[in-house]
């Protein structure tokens, strides 16, 4: 029997191995948060062609991953690539494993920190396998409603404007997670940006509503707490029919000479004081 061998790596460290290593599909069962989020953003920061990666997890854990804008977006993203696919299942109580065709690598939490344990041994390779295998194929397939980061980018710049889309995607790359539990969402977000750069509300609630980020009723809801809160204000702007449209504008115009990162921190730290 071959013995196994502690891989003295981080969890992205051992996944860019890995993706090195092969390019037959990749099972991962049943990963931690932070490992889910890793892997994740390991493949998404890849540089070479991406093995396919196949992950098995407590359907609760996937809910908690996508209150996070970033990381589900990016996730999102590469199940349209067909380089990722999420499915869920009760009964992986057991140790968060990645099996491989002639490997087995147990992800060990100590101490904060994740060790990897790897083996090749025969036998226990293709029992884990045959296992694990049979748990995928009876595990049904995480349903996302959030957008591929890929489709918001693009999206914006083709409905609101390339300004727009560079600030908001300043934004993203500035930062590790957006939570929708946090101060500032994805849909505040969007909606300072927009205000940073005077776009009508109608547009911008439209844009979020088609492309899946959120309900024009949510857009609208949480544009009168900003304004509640004096960061953002409205001036109308007549149509040729029906209502006048809402323009939106920062209440500070000096926030707009702001980088739009540099202006979300400073707004954010203001709502959280």
Same mark, same amino acid.
């Given at each position: 029997?071959s013995q196994?061998s502690?891989?003295?790596q ?6 860019e ?11 991962i069962?049943n990963?931690s ?7 994740i953003?390991t493949a998404?920061e ?5 093995p396919?990666l196949?992950?098995?997890a407590r359907?609760? %854990?996937v809910k ?5 804008f ?7 993203d ?5 380089k990722l696919?999420v ?9 968060s494993m990645?099996? %491989?065709e002639?490997?087995v690598?147990?992800?060990?939490q ?7 344990m790897r083996t090749?041994?025969e036998?226990?390779?293709?029992r884990?396998?045959?296992?694990l295998m ?7 397939d995480f349903?996302?409603r959030t ?8 999206t ?7 300004e ?5 995607m ?8 957006i939570?929708?539990s946090?101060s500032?969402?994805e849909?505040?977000i969007s909606?300072l ?23 024009k009723?949510?857009?609208s809801r949480?544009?009168?707490?900003l304004e509640?809160?004096g960061?953002i ?13 809402l323009? %939106?504008?920062?209440?500070?115009e000096?926030?707009?000479?702001m980088s739009?990162?540099e202006?979300?921190e400073?707004?954010e730290q203001?709502v959280?004081a």
């Amino acid at each position: 029997m071959s013995q196994a061998s502690v891989l003295d790596q981080n969890v992205d460290e051992i996944f860019e191995e890995l993706f090195d290593e092969t390019s037959e599909p990749i099972l991962i069962v049943n990963p931690s948060d932070s490992q889910l989020k890793t892997t994740i953003t390991t493949a998404v920061e890849y540089g070479d062609e991406l093995p396919e990666l196949r992950i098995i997890a407590r359907e609760q %854990l996937v809910k908690e991953m996508t209150e996070d804008f970033i990381t589900t977006s990016e996730a999102v993203d590469l199940i349209q690539q067909d380089k990722l696919s999420v499915r869920v299942a009760e009964d992986v109580n057991r140790s968060s494993m990645v099996i %491989l065709e002639d490997a087995v690598i147990s992800l060990l939490q100590l101490d904060g920190r994740t060790e990897g344990m790897r083996t090749e041994d025969e036998d226990l390779v293709e029992r884990a396998r045959d296992t694990l295998m049979t748990v995928w194929e009876n595990s049904d397939d995480f349903s996302f409603r959030t957008p591929a980061l890929s489709e918001v980018e693009e999206t914006l710049e083709e409905e609101i404007g390339s300004e727009t889309k560079e600030d908001f995607m300043t934004v993203i790359e500035s930062r590790d997670e957006i939570q929708s539990s946090s101060s500032l969402d994805e849909v505040s977000i969007s909606l300072l940006i927009a205000a940073k750069n005077e776009i009508l509300l109608y547009d911008i609630s439209k844009w979020g509503e088609d492309v899946g980020v959120a309900s024009k009723a949510t857009f609208s809801r949480t544009k009168t707490q900003l304004e509640d809160l004096g960061i953002i204000d409205t001036e109308k702007v007549p149509i040729d029919v029906g209502r006048p449209r809402l323009r %939106l504008k920062l209440v500070d115009e000096s926030m707009t000479e702001m980088s739009a990162d540099e202006m979300v921190e400073e707004i954010e730290q203001e709502v959280s004081a």
